[in-house]
């Protein structure tokens, strides 16, 4: 059994990109530096999109600008389309996720086009990265359940993934937005994309989020099954702004924590890790999501942003 496990921490990016109360770049870097020291080598940073759709992230250039004096870490952004991967590219990103919804109607408000759409879109920027040698996962927001269409079926989820792996193997991502994935629905889109499309599961990450508690259920599935890349966010910030009632990631201390006491591997120090989290707390407009730091530093834990 491999007993490396690779987490992906996304709070600059999926944590902060539907709090109404701007966080100025500074104290985003500060975050990500805390993040980093805490030995998470995987950081999605900011994501290159509209200002009008996610005023939060409209620093992604000037936070850019500081974020590879960083040491020890691969940092990523996200993209949804041409435009966004010559921005982040012009911005010195090297790593990208391109966005894409399993779910049709998703699609539409999200990105405003079909999915279908999407797709031919990541076939134009597929040629791009692979002239500029950078490279992309895809991610498949609403793996398992969209909030305008309901269950979307592992056999259509694993009909998006085949036709973008189709345009190029790259590394793909399943993402809970909604946070109403099951395990039982996990297995099943795993086992199937395995069997059919991806055999190698290395190249296979998951982002689950934590709305009904479901999180680190599903985490342990995914393991039984060989997958080891997840994302998640520290202080468990988050949440979609095209996706209503969607609460916070799975926080990464609690999935550290949780990967720690089953015996995986994940290179990261718990004592720094909360450090960052009493930290990523003070940015949120809600109450604490995760568990770890309520458990270990109750009076940090009560703070939140004014």
């Given at each position: 059994?491999n007993?490396?496990?690779?987490i992906?921490?996304?709070?600059?990016?999926d944590?902060?990109q539907?709090?109404p109360?701007?966080?100025p770049?500074a104290?985003?870097?500060?975050?990500?530096r805390?993040?980093?020291?805490?030995?998470l080598?995987?950081i999605?940073?900011?994501?290159f999109?509209?200002p009008?759709?996610?005023?939060?992230?409209?620093?992604a250039?000037?936070?850019?600008r500081y974020?590879?004096?960083?040491?020890?870490?691969q940092?990523?952004?996200?993209i949804?389309?041409?435009?966004?991967?010559?921005?982040?590219?012009a911005?010195g990103?090297?790593?990208?996720?391109?966005v894409?919804?399993?779910s049709?109607?998703?699609?539409?408000?999200n990105?405003?086009r079909?999915?279908k759409?999407?797709?031919?879109?990541?076939?134009e920027v597929t040629?791009?990265?692979?002239?500029?040698?950078v490279e992309?996962?895809?991610g498949?927001?609403?793996?398992?359940h969209?909030?305008f269409?309901g269950?979307?079926s592992?056999?259509?989820?694993?009909?998006?993934?085949?036709?973008a792996?189709?345009?190029h193997?790259w590394?793909?991502?399943?993402?809970?937005?909604?946070?109403m994935?099951f395990?039982?629905q996990v297995?099943?889109a795993?086992t199937?994309?395995?069997k059919?499309?991806?055999?190698?599961?290395?190249?296979?990450?998951?982002?689950?989020?934590?709305t009904?508690g479901r999180g680190?259920?599903?985490?342990?599935?995914?393991?039984?099954?060989?997958?080891?890349?997840?994302d998640s966010?520290t202080g468990?910030?988050?949440?979609?702004?095209y996706?209503p009632?969607?609460?916070?990631?799975?926080?990464?201390e609690d999935?550290?924590?949780?990967?720690q006491g089953?015996g995986?591997?994940t290179?990261?120090d718990m004592e720094?890790?909360?450090?960052?989290?009493?930290?990523?707390?003070t940015f949120?407009?809600r109450?604490y999501?995760?568990?770890?730091?309520?458990?270990?530093?109750?009076?940090?834990?009560?703070?939140v942003?004014?």
């Amino acid at each position: 059994m491999n007993n490396t496990v690779w987490i992906e921490d996304v709070t600059g990016r999926d944590g902060l990109q539907n709090e109404p109360n701007p966080v100025p770049t500074a104290q985003k870097l500060a975050l990500i530096r805390k993040i980093a020291a805490a030995g998470l080598t995987r950081i999605q940073a900011t994501s290159f999109v509209h200002p009008r759709w996610v005023p939060q992230l409209a620093d992604a250039e000037e936070l850019s600008r500081y974020l590879f004096e960083i040491p020890g870490a691969q940092f990523s952004a996200l993209i949804p389309n041409r435009k966004g991967y010559e921005r982040a590219v012009a911005a010195g990103f090297r790593h990208l996720e391109f966005v894409i919804a399993a779910s049709d109607t998703f699609n539409h408000r999200n990105l405003n086009r079909s999915t279908k759409e999407s797709l031919s879109l990541l076939g134009e920027v597929t040629e791009l990265a692979v002239r500029d040698g950078v490279e992309l996962r895809v991610g498949f927001s609403n793996a398992y359940h969209c909030p305008f269409e309901g269950t979307i079926s592992a056999p259509a989820l694993i009909a998006v993934a085949r036709a973008a792996r189709e345009i190029h193997p790259w590394p793909i991502s399943f993402g809970d937005t909604d946070g109403m994935a099951f395990p039982w629905q996990v297995r099943e889109a795993v086992t199937l994309l395995q069997k059919e499309v991806m055999p190698n599961l290395s190249q296979l990450g998951l982002h689950f989020h934590d709305t009904y508690g479901r999180g680190l259920a599903n985490v342990y599935v995914a393991l039984e099954l060989g997958v080891r890349n997840f994302d998640s966010t520290t202080g468990g910030l988050g949440g979609c702004p095209y996706c209503p009632g969607a609460s916070g990631n799975l926080a990464t201390e609690d999935l550290v924590a949780f990967l720690q006491g089953m015996g995986y591997e994940t290179g990261v120090d718990m004592e720094k890790l909360l450090d960052a989290a009493e930290l990523a707390i003070t940015f949120s407009s809600r109450s604490y999501q995760g568990r770890l730091l309520r458990a270990m530093r109750p009076n940090a834990a009560c703070s939140v942003a004014k």
